[in-house]
């Protein structure tokens, strides 16, 4: 845990967040950039008293998840301070892949839209908000991929340094579209893990630096609300029968169930049933291996598979991912790389949407489901498909290209249609 | 040209659209898949009858370019059908950018939250409303990039066929991310000129293809309008007092002008004065050399530059290009491509935001711009960047990479940090 930064003279201004909670046994402590309850260690978890929030008032805001200020821990003038400007991309009806799929109306909320096409945008800009009233000056991150983006970017458009820490082994693409925002970007000879422990240590140690999954990790986390805020809304402000999520350290899903949940509360939808439905890859499946078993545990493994975004062996909020699929009548499901890969093609196939290799599970996990009769064909569902197939080619090279190579003629052409 | 595909049963339904004309001497035709007057070989444009337009009506629209589908040759119920949902990017106030470069009051219209992450998108969408209402029935292009990528998503989504003619030395990367959506990706053994000689064959002999950029290409570059009733928009309905367009063919800036003008005609914005820059590649910069010097034709050139995505040399609508500049008082310049890859890392890190060479294009030029006394410093500033970093990684590679690696511990962190 970090010790807080003495606020600047002006008082802490986190629009409605009111206090941390700790999500084991709900000891209340004061906001601050800590993230875990030093009377029960789990998770520390934003608390808010909303007052009165109307659709109104969202929809005259702007176009982008500072519409959702009232309901996030945020200054209240968020949206005047420099920042990315993530959300409100597209949910595109999507008939083709629902008829591929057996499904009767489907969706999909493309995430790829964002700034750094990822929904990594939206977390890190909530954290950036929030770490700024906490008088932090750095952003950081530990990451290899999405999260790297997207931090550097913010920083580099909000005026603050940033330090992202890489494995040095890290291709050399992935390293290029990160060094691009010309923070400190520090390649560590060592493997994610210790490049994690790495960024632990340093978020102890530095009291400027804001870790943005590390010490402001329940700030950081309530930004993945606004996916389900952004569903809810363009359906027309109500919520979907089902929804498929992918799982990496589980927060997402988590996050966007509460989402759900807190519009339902404050009168802003009908409080109709939804089922939350989690997605992984085969390789790295402790969440679902869990649910499978009946588990309310999650038993680390050790990942390897093709969806390094959702590599993640020990998932922080793995429990409360069970949770919320039990409360709600929702499975988990894991698919195989190969599924993955299908996964990915199906959908730009049937939808013109190109997703990174999460977005594959996401597909391919709702095939399963259905499959397996856990989703209902009949029932309105939502995917969520939060990164972009720019950002993992490697994942379908060797598997796709051209149909024909021909001579520079018209013949040529017609005939290589033809066969 | 290409011979008009006989209607289905209903009526043509291209909205607003009433004829084509020729913009050398203004020879009226009915609407078609032609785009060559056979009056005087002047390209062809879409005329409209407007009718009464009210800010209310677009702002009750879709978020995505159907909002001003009352100013486009489109259906009336365009939005209904399966389409990729581009437009309503976002227009980012630039303060860091605009005190890198000594302006005032900048802004980013950033194209890159695009489906495929260029503005080719929103060209290729309305080239499919309309080649819909002709009968087509496959979309094709001649790309080496972004209009193949665009291309070959919208034909997915919407479940036609498409046919992508690439140069077979395409770099893999750009194969891959036209090749997923599993449409007719056909290598050519030859350069893009064959490519393009080719499609142009193609068009003329397949009565049901439409070539997006070829027998459509009226309709398809009016999709361009839609940068400048969006920057208008966004901007509270007004124009801005410059605005800096990167130049291919010349299309986009001069329909950017177009939707300017036509904003000011229905009395939607007021009609205030605008100047229109044009920013080319020194390695392929035909219509800045007429400018230069004065000339009211362009002299078509042999392009040699990294920004490939402007690399025509014998730009179609260049002398339309200098007549837009000239009439509203701008200028063009064009810069090296040492230059342009400084434009790209300037904009990524004062804004966070990372585009291909075409982007750096529009920032270097306008450096120049400013440095030359052509662009206003004082005035408010709008830049259009329509595509991508990750799609033209190439650009920095070598350039740009980690500050430091270093072993996995805490103090060697910091000490990267101090070096």
Redesign the interface.
């Known amino acids: 845990m970090t010790a807080a930064v003495t606020p600047t003279k002006r008082s802490l201004d986190l629009g409605p967040a009111v206090e941390l909670v700790s999500k084991e046994e709900g000891h209340r402590q004061p906001l601050a950039p800590e993230f875990v309850s030093a009377e029960d260690f789990s998770p520390l978890e934003v608390a808010y008293d909303f007052g009165r929030v109307r659709r109104e008032d969202i929809e005259a805001g702007p176009?982008?998840i500072w519409r959702y200020k009232k309901l996030l821990p945020v200054p209240s003038n968020v949206e005047e301070i420099?920042n990315?400007?993530p959300g409100?991309t597209?949910l595109?009806?999507a008939?083709?892949l629902a008829k591929a799929l057996g499904l009767k109306r489907l969706w999909v909320k493309?995430d790829?839209?964002?700034?750094?096409?990822s929904f990594k945008d939206r977390v890190v800009a909530v954290a950036l908000a929030a770490a700024r009233e906490f008088g932090f000056d750095t952003l950081a991150c530990p990451s290899t991929g999405n999260l790297a983006n997207a931090v550097?970017?913010?920083?580099?458009?909000?005026?603050w340094q940033s330090?992202v820490?890489?494995p040095?082994s890290l291709e050399?693409?992935k390293?290029?579209?990160t060094?691009?925002?010309?923070g400190?970007?520090?390649?560590?000879?060592?493997n994610y893990d210790?490049?994690n422990?790495?960024a632990t240590?340093?978020a102890a140690?530095n009291e400027t630096w804001a870790f943005v999954n590390v010490n402001v990790r329940p700030y950081y986390s309530e930004g993945s609300k606004t996916l389900g805020y952004e569903v809810a809304e363009q359906l027309g402000w109500r919520l979907p029968e089902q929804i498929v999520v992918p799982i990496a350290s589980g927060s997402q899903l988590t996050k966007v169930d509460k989402g759900f949940r807190e519009l339902g509360t404050l009168g802003l939808v009908e409080e109709t049933p939804y089922k939350v439905f989690g997605a992984q890859a085969t390789g790295c499946s402790p969440v679902s291996t869990a649910f499978r078993n009946g588990y309310d545990v999650v038993q680390p493994v050790k990942p390897d598979t093709i969806a390094r975004s959702l590599a993640i062996g020990n998932p922080a909020d793995g429990p409360y991912v069970l949770d919320v699929v039990n409360r709600t009548g929702g499975a988990i499901e894991d698919v195989s790389d190969e599924e993955v890969v299908e996964g990915?093609?199906l959908l730009?196939?049937?939808?013109?949407?190109?997703t990174e290799t999460a977005g594959g599970v996401t597909v391919a996990t709702t095939k399963k489901l259905i499959e397996t009769g856990k989703l209902d064909p009949e029932a309105e569902t939502v995917l969520l498909i939060t990164g972009?197939?720019?950002?993992t080619?490697d994942a379908?090279?060797g598997r796709?290209?051209?149909?024909?190579?021909?001579?520079?003629?018209?013949d040529a052409?017609r005939q290589?249609?033809q066969s």
């Open positions: 176009r982008n420099p990315t400007e409100c597209r595109v009806r008939d083709r493309d790829t839209g964002n700034p750094t096409h550097a970017a913010a920083a580099a458009r909000a005026g330090v820490l890489i040095s050399r693409a390293i290029l579209t060094a691009v925002y010309d400190n970007l520090i390649a560590v000879d060592g210790d490049v422990r790495l240590q340093l140690e990915i093609r730009a196939r049937t939808e013109g949407i190109f972009d197939g720019l950002k080619l379908v090279e796709i290209g051209p149909k024909a190579t021909v001579p520079p003629n018209a052409v290589a249609l």
